[in-house]
DNA sequence: AACTCGGGGGA
DNA sequence: TCCCCAGAGTT
């Protein structure tokens, strides 16, 4: 690992104490979120991760919430997730199962590319890993779906390395209470590399994301009762503008208006080949693009090069592996 | 660097 | 309405 990490000693420092204060509230406070439980170890005790300091999540599970949790909230993903890893328990069961039953359990969650991504890094785990998730960065980047951040939560939740992924929640926290200061994209890595306490690498991550969700919130931060309000940088300088994490890089685009867009046409086709499948002029009306051919062609294409349908000569579509 | 990709929740 | 959400892949 080349990554600086912080076996130098912040004890007295300000974000010694920081790191003592937030680790500290997470003990208590922490999100109880499902992938977060460890294996289980034979012992028919409901584990506790946090009650267990080397205990360590479910490789499986960890990269399957992740791939959820990619631009999706945490609760709309704890509500599905459970049922979901019941129907594929591990990589090989989900490799073998055709990709139309990974889009069909992924219904209600978006990014439907998302699923097609789980279900072929399913089987490159299998064909090439062993049916087993690889340790190494570069080796998790490999994998469909699996960019920076998946894969040092991977790395972390998974393998108590001393990673740190830098998701949105993280980015902010860094950028308000650790440097007070707008941090690019390489800077808040850099930043949040230097302060995974070697003890705890899995915990801190999960952390800063708890403290992100819960009070240095992107909209309006609650500091009043911030557990790490008397270190936070941002705050010790009255809360300057601009506020730090608007400046920081992790933001998503500029948003379209969603009622009627592409990506509205490309739900309600996939939402209906979960269905069944469709002949053209079936497609057409559920699309709502009657009048408008080229878009619905193009929107399409687009489906049928994500993963998402196949289509027969007669213009049909379908679901990829699900026969029609 | 800028776009695209779902859908829901909260203010 | 507008903004945001445990991002990644493509152009």
Do not use: K
Not at 152 to 176: E, H, K, S, W
């Amino acid at each position: 690992m080349s990554d600086e990490h912080t076996d130098r000693a912040h004890e007295d420092t300000r974000l010694g104490r920081l790191q003592r204060a937030l680790l500290a509230w997470y003990d208590l406070q922490g999100r109880d979120l499902p992938w977060r439980e460890p294996p289980e170890d034979g012992s028919g005790q409901t584990a506790d991760a946090r009650s267990r300091p080397g205990a360590r999540c479910r490789p499986w599970a960890v990269l399957v919430s992740e791939l959820m949790l990619q631009q999706t909230q945490a609760a709309r993903v704890a509500a599905r997730f459970p049922e979901f890893l019941g129907r594929f328990p591990d990589p090989a069961t989900m490799a073998a199962a055709p990709v139309s039953a990974v889009i069909d359990a992924w219904q209600g969650l978006g990014y439907n590319r998302r699923a097609v991504n789980l279900h072929r890094a399913a089987q490159e785990m299998v064909w090439r890993h062993g049916g087993h998730l690889p340790r190494e960065l570069d080796e998790l980047e490999a994998l469909p779906g699996v960019g920076p951040y998946t894969a040092r939560a991977v790395a972390a939740f998974a393998y108590g390395q001393l990673r740190a992924p830098v998701d949105t929640n993280v980015a902010r926290v860094m950028a308000r209470a650790v440097a007070g200061a707008g941090l690019g994209r390489a800077e808040a890595q850099r930043v949040a590399d230097g302060l995974v306490p070697v003890d705890r690498p899995a915990d801190w991550s999960h952390a800063l994301m708890d403290l992100g969700a819960r009070y240095c919130t992107a909209r309006r931060p609650v500091c009043g009762s911030c557990p790490v309000a008397t270190q936070c940088a941002w705050r010790a300088a009255g809360w300057p503008d601009p506020d730090p994490a608007r400046a920081s890089s992790v933001r998503a685009g500029p948003q379209d208006a969603f009622a009627g867009s592409d990506r509205y046409c490309r739900g309600r086709i996939v939402d209906a080949l979960r269905r069944a499948p469709l002949d053209a002029s079936e497609v057409a009306a559920t699309a709502g693009l009657e009048d408008a051919p080229e878009r619905l062609e193009r929107i399409v294409v687009g489906l049928v090069r994500d993963g998402l349908a196949v289509r027969d000569e007669h213009g049909g579509l379908c679901l990829p592996g699900r026969g029609g």
